[in-house]
């Protein structure tokens, strides 16, 4: 059965700062891994997919990497700003099937 | 993409009530939709899956008398939360199937039952 855990489970940062979230599974036969982002009340955006046959994937300040044979994926956020403020989550595709989701990592970046 | 759309956003209802929410893929024919909910600073767990045209599965430890999941149409698919209680205050989103492309989920329905 698939787990995906995050690391750190919460992180605060002063604007400007480049931050890695990490994201860890346990099955690494994932269809593809995707990470969102969640804001208070709110449902989720998608921010990035990586393919399992891909290694990364980049969108403006977001690089997301993908290593399925450690089982591990990274969000990393270039030159964090306030509105980057939300919770991010990793959920791993299991061959198109249910997502399963990790805890999230909240993150504050403080102006 | 796979666009979805949830409503209602946000519901208050008295215990001992029932909601329904209602989720519809807008962009493409949806045989399947996962059900997910989330209680505060947890992950988001699933439900349950509806199928089109059959019967729900549910999740070990889910109520499906309680969670009634209806999958009328390859558009629509609804969640019935029965006689709510305040345990039952949580935030629900259906989720349609992975894939290659990037899944865009609606806002989820955030349930509060006083």
Same mark, same amino acid.
């Given at each position: 059965?698939?787990?995906?855990?995050? #690391?750190?489970?919460?992180?605060?940062?002063?604007?400007?700062?480049?931050?890695?979230?990490?994201?860890?599974?346990?099955?690494?036969? #994932?269809?593809?891994?995707?990470?969102?982002? +969640?804001?208070? %009340?709110?449902?989720?955006?998608?921010?990035?997919?990586?393919?399992?046959?891909?290694?990364?994937?980049?969108?403006g300040?977001?690089?997301?990497?993908?290593?399925?044979?450690s089982?591990?994926?990274?969000?990393? #956020?270039?030159?964090s700003?306030? %509105?980057?403020?939300?919770?991010?989550l990793?959920?791993?595709?299991?061959?198109?099937?249910?997502?399963?989701? %990790?805890?999230g990592?909240?993150?504050?970046?403080?102006? | %993409?796979?666009?979805?759309?949830?409503?209602?956003?946000?519901?208050?209802c &008295?215990?001992?009530?029932?909601?329904?929410?209602?989720?519809?893929?807008?962009?493409?024919?949806?045989?399947?939709?996962?059900?997910?909910?989330?209680?505060?600073?947890?992950?988001?767990?699933?439900?349950?899956?509806?199928?089109?045209?059959?019967?729900?599965?549910?999740? +070990?430890?889910?109520?499906?008398d &309680?969670?009634?999941?209806?999958?009328?149409?390859?558009?629509?698919?609804?969640?019935?939360?029965?006689?709510?209680?305040?345990?039952?205050?949580?935030?629900?989103?259906?989720?349609?199937?992975?894939?290659?492309?990037?899944?865009?989920f609606?806002?989820?329905?955030?349930?509060?039952?006083?």
């Amino acid at each position: 059965k698939q787990e995906v855990t995050q #690391i750190p489970a919460a992180l605060s940062v002063p604007e400007g700062e480049n931050l890695v979230l990490n994201c860890s599974f346990t099955d690494s036969a #994932i269809y593809n891994l995707q990470w969102f982002r +969640q804001d208070p %009340g709110k449902g989720l955006t998608s921010l990035l997919l990586i393919q399992s046959s891909q290694r990364e994937q980049t969108s403006g300040r977001l690089n997301a990497s993908l290593d399925k044979s450690s089982g591990r994926s990274t969000l990393y #956020i270039a030159a964090s700003q306030p %509105g980057d403020s939300a919770t991010y989550l990793c959920a791993a595709d299991n061959y198109g099937q249910n997502f399963v989701f %990790g805890p999230g990592t909240r993150l504050s970046v403080l102006p | %993409g796979a666009v979805v759309s949830q409503h209602p956003s946000r519901v208050i209802c &008295k215990s001992g009530t029932s909601v329904k929410i209602e989720c519809r893929s807008l962009d493409f024919q949806a045989t399947t939709m996962f059900w997910y909910r989330q209680f505060p600073k947890q992950s988001l767990m699933l439900m349950a899956t509806s199928n089109e045209g059959s019967k729900a599965t549910y999740e +070990q430890g889910v109520e499906k008398d &309680k969670f009634l999941i209806n999958h009328a149409s390859l558009t629509l698919s609804t969640l019935t939360v029965t006689s709510a209680h305040p345990e039952d205050s949580s935030f629900y989103i259906c989720v349609p199937p992975g894939g290659n492309t990037e899944a865009f989920f609606g806002q989820g329905t955030r349930l509060t039952v006083v």
